[in-house]
């Protein structure tokens, strides 16, 4: 069966550093999309990184442009999301999802399968 599991989350300071991963087992992640996301308390799950099966191409949040990269390594069927100068405002759970659909939009309604979450807080 499809799974998608995350890690890499946990407490940093601000302007500190992690790389979320997100590991998949029951499929082969090299035809999928896959999208990171978010949800803070209170808020909405938002689209922040997305990268596509196709080409390569990604799209990220304008929020988080210039600091978060994404990446894949298909050999180890895993999708990376480096964070680099964290901000408060990035604190809450990420997701990665993905999703068969051909060039996508990096919104949740475009994911069909989901990871469990990991939380990343952002905190002096």
């Known amino acids: 069966q499809v799974q998608l599991v995350e890690s890499g989350g946990g407490l940093v300071q601000p302007g500190g550093s992690l790389r979320l991963s997100c590991a998949a087992s029951?499929?082969?992640?090299?035809?999928?999309?896959i999208g990171w996301f978010r949800q803070a308390p209170g808020k909405e799950r938002e689209g922040v990184s997305c990268?596509?099966?196709?080409?390569?191409?990604?799209d990220y949040a304008d929020s988080v442009k210039g600091r978060f990269t994404i990446s894949r390594d298909n050999a180890k069927n895993t999708v990376f999301l480096q964070m680099n100068s964290l901000k408060p405002e990035d604190t809450a759970v990420y997701y990665c999802?993905?999703?068969?659909?051909?060039?996508?939009?990096?919104?949740?309604?475009?994911?069909?399968?989901w990871g469990q979450g990991t939380q990343v807080t952002v905190s002096s």
């Open positions: 999802a993905a999703t068969l659909r051909t060039n996508p939009l990096c919104r949740p309604r475009s994911y069909a399968y």
């Open positions: 029951g499929f082969t992640l090299d035809y999928y999309a």
């Open positions: 990268i596509s099966s196709s080409d390569g191409s990604t």
